[in-house]
């Protein structure tokens, strides 16, 4: 399974972006997908989750309410909607496909290569 993220620039703090993740496989529906982010100097950290179906979410605190992930698997594409962003989500941002949807990255097979996002104050 390859993933190739997209849609990660530069944007002024309060802003918005919508990342795109999508993946080059026919079973991509079975799949439950992670968005994951890595700032300099620190641990990748987890952002947020969508299962194969796209019924259950989960997010990390600091993005509750702020971000929305989402798939389309007529499209094989998971998206990641952020808005009201602060410098602190400045970050490259990773998408991820695995067979349980979890917080932790060790439960996600395949990755892609990142995308930057850069949220100027």
Do not use: H
């Not at 400045?90 to 996002?117: F, N």
Request: charged share 20%; proline share 2%; glycine share 12%.
């Amino acid at each position: 399974v390859q993933l190739v993220e997209s849609g990660g620039g530069l944007v002024q703090a309060g802003g918005s972006l919508e990342l795109s993740c999508s993946a080059s496989t026919q079973t991509f529906s079975s799949y439950d997908m992670g968005w994951f982010r890595q700032a300099p100097g620190k641990e990748r950290e987890f952002v947020a989750a969508i299962n194969w179906s796209g019924g259950i979410t989960l997010y990390a605190d600091s993005v509750k309410g702020r971000f929305t992930v989402s798939r389309d698997n007529r499209k094989d594409t998971v998206y990641l909607e952020m808005s009201s962003l602060k410098t602190e989500d400045r970050a490259v941002y990773y998408c991820a496909a695995g067979t349980s949807i979890s917080k932790g990255p060790r439960e996600y097979d395949y990755w892609g290569q990142g995308t930057k996002v850069n949220v100027s104050a």
